[in-house]
């Protein structure tokens, strides 16, 4: 290991140091946090041999390997080091036998409140790339990390958020790709921002670059050590026949200390990401959209109601029963009975007006289904709702094909490295297969949301299932890149904004927070797949760190079941409920009939938006923290001052406001 001298740059009240052992720390008048070990993991592939290969940064010793007599002997580390600025260290490693060389620069916030980390893509400098090319990068693998036994936890952004604390047995590392990959579309990794907290005080870390190729090196009770900790690796290859991923990257660490919070820590680490999203990611608050777009708020201060109209029944032909669950004049009966016991404020969202029902023949969505009553039938439905003030939408997806639409194009799909095209699900309109979003964005979506709103149909849309984000190798529509497809999504619910006014999503994706205005699952609660799968076994507990994020911007929604009470739940996380039902149920997607919930539905509205409903009243607001207290009382604190009190055991709400109390 090539020795140099240690390296410090102060700024802030701050401090970094990276010292002559290789030991990298930071330090502010919150604590010290520092990395044991090396500071950096390169993962590359040795095409000799051939296999992929890591190298630590710094490293002493190599490992040999292969046959005798030749070279191969895996690489070593060295690293030299070099001030830019009072600010910066900047670190070139150089890995002597496999001709690769690069550069990071740890670069200290003005304020002195942490630090970032910057690799430019010039910094990547292969010089014998037929042989040996970076797949990736593992930063401060070890930052910060806390032993089993200690106090506090891991903060993972999965489904609405996650903390695991550090009392397990059993050694697991979890690998799992930032805006999850389709092989991980259970584990729900919907944010780049990871944490934990410790008696040393709370680190947020952020990757604000490259964010799309990123992976979460999550780590409990792991190995001898017993360290429980998360590192990002930064993805330069996916596979090594690629070409290296173009593009900055760049993590932000910030810090608070231990007694800097009131409420939950993981508020701060929440907090921080909501930040980064208004300044530099376009994330807009309610009032911010209300000046331009009146259909957004139109939408936050309604009850989201599905009605589901029809299906077939899933079979591999696409050819299954076809099923009418609730036909124009029964929405319209429906939504009558309503508004005669005083629910008022409703977005009407329709599922399966389409031919064939819902997801029955997708790319084909025209005409209107005439078993539903036809065209004709909608047009005055629209009609009736605009004039009863309810805002009508319709629920859609564009990411399918189904060989029972005329319209089946077998050159329009995603087509998989091997050249093979990606068969999904069987689902009512029989074997799925996945449009490529560089074909649906131009010729679907905006065919589509023209014949919506031909329909008269303004103010809300529903888009489905939107995730995975993988690439395409089609010659005639490729994708190479993950975010070529986020790109692709992005401009699909701008293009849904524009037409019909505010959009709303099944899933939530940091990818494209800036651009929604509804989530339908926050995935407060997990089904079993969720709760089964890898990811899971890293989640002690589910904490509001999405709805901390969200919330003054977008609405999270929760789904309510047949016979389970659980709003003051859903209150003290400020989740809005949404409901789905149909004149007739649907077993086979256990959707329940209206008449059989009708009275649990009235009561949910009242409580969340009546008059003094608490999302009526807090959804504007921003959440400045959150309070668990020892009574069992949860509280949501807002920027106004107001507080939402909830009491989950005794199903108790109260929005305390700054000059009165509202019970709910």
């Known amino acids: 290991m090539r020795t140099v001298d240690g390296v410090t740059r102060s700024l802030g009240g701050a401090t970094i140091k990276l010292s002559d052992e290789g030991v990298f720390s930071f330090s502010n008048s919150s604590g010290t946090w520092t990395q044991p070990g090396p500071f950096l993991i390169l993962n590359y592939y040795d095409r000799q041999h051939p296999r992929a290969q890591a190298v630590a940064l710094p490293s002493a010793s190599s490992v040999a390997f292969g046959t005798a007599g030749t070279l191969s002997l895996s690489s070593t580390g060295v690293y030299e080091c070099s001030t830019v600025g009072n600010d910066t260290i900047k670190v070139t490693g150089i890995f002597e036998k496999i001709d690769i060389k690069l550069s990071i620069r740890f670069i200290l916030e003005p304020d002195g409140s942490g630090f970032r980390v910057a690799i430019d893509h010039e910094d990547i400098i292969e010089n014998h790339a037929m042989l040996y090319r970076v797949l990736s990068l593992e930063v401060l693998p070890g930052f910060n990390a806390a032993i089993t036994g200690e106090s506090g936890y891991l903060v993972l952004p999965n489904w609405s958020g996650a903390r695991m604390f550090f009392n397990k047995t059993v050694s697991r590392e979890l690998r799992q790709t930032v805006y999850s990959s389709n092989d991980q ?117 309604r009850f989201m109601l599905k009605f589901f109209m029809a299906y077939k029944e899933p079979h591999p032909n696409g050819h299954g029963e076809y099923h009418a669950t609730a036909t124009f004049a029964e929405v319209r009966a429906i939504l009558e009975d309503l508004l005669a016991h005083g629910v008022t404020r409703i977005c009407a969202i329709l599922v399966g007006w389409n031919i064939d029902g819902h997801d029955g023949m997708p790319p084909t969505r025209m ?98 299932a939107v995730g995975s984000f993988m690439p395409c190798f089609s010659k005639q529509h490729p994708l190479p890149l993950r975010r070529d497809n986020i790109e692709c999504n992005r401009k699909m619910f701008e293009m849904a904004t524009s037409v019909i006014g505010s959009v709303s999503t099944e899933m939530p994706f940091g990818s494209y927070f800036d651009l929604l205005d509804g989530v339908y699952h926050c995935y407060k609660n997990l089904s079993a797949w969720h709760a089964s799968s890898a990811a899971a076994k890293f989640r002690d507990e589910s904490i509001p760190l999405l709805l901390i994020v969200l919330h003054g911007s977008v609405k999270l929604c929760m789904g309510i079941k047949k016979g389970q009470d659980k709003i003051a739940e859903m209150a003290a996380w400020g989740i809005a409920p949404q409901w789905e039902v149909g004149m007739r149920t649907s077993p086979q997607f256990g959707i329940v009939a209206y008449n059989e919930v009708k009275e649990q539905l009235i009561d949910a509205y009242f409580r969340t938006y009546g008059d003094n409903g608490y999302c009526l009243k807090t959804e504007p607001m921003l959440i400045n923290d959150y309070r668990e207290l020892t009574n069992g009382i949860k509280e949501l604190e807002f920027d106004n001052g107001s507080v939402l009190e909830v009491d989950i055991e005794n199903n108790k709400i109260e929005v305390k406001e700054q000059q009165k109390v509202c019970q709910v």
Request: hydrophobic letters at 35%; charged letters at 25%.
């Open 185 to 301: 579309w259970e584990y729900c990794c919907n944010m780049p921002v990871f944490g934990i907290h410790r008696d040393n005080g709370t680190m947020s870390t952020l990757i604000t670059a490259g964010e799309c190729d990123s992976v979460l090196v999550c780590r409990q009770h792991y190995e001898e050590e017993r360290v429980n900790s998360i590192h990002p690796e930064l993805v330069y290859r996916w596979q090594q026949e690629d070409e290296i991923i173009a593009g900055p990257r760049e993590l932000r660490y910030s810090f608070a200390s231990a007694a800097s919070h009131s409420g939950e820590a993981y508020v701060f680490i929440a907090k921080k990401y909501r930040d980064w999203l208004y300044a530099e990611k376009g994330l807009t608050t309610w009032t911010q959209k209300a000046q331009t777009r009146p259909e957004a708020t139109g939408y936050r201060d």
């Open 367 to 464: 005409p209107v289904d005439e078993r539903l009553g036809g065209e004709s039938a909608m047009r005055e439905l629209v009609k009736w709702c605009s004039d009863q003030d309810i805002m009508l939408g319709v629920h859609d997806s564009y990411g399918a094909a189904y060989t029972c639409s005329p319209e089946f194009n077998i050159d329009e799909l995603i087509r998989h490295r091997s050249g093979e095209y990606w068969e999904s699900i069987i689902w009512s309109g029989g074997q799925a297969h996945k449009v490529c979003p560089a074909v649906y964005i131009e010729k679907y979506v905006p065919r589509d949301l023209a014949d919506i709103a031909a329909l008269g149909v303004h103010g809300h849309h529903h888009i489905d």
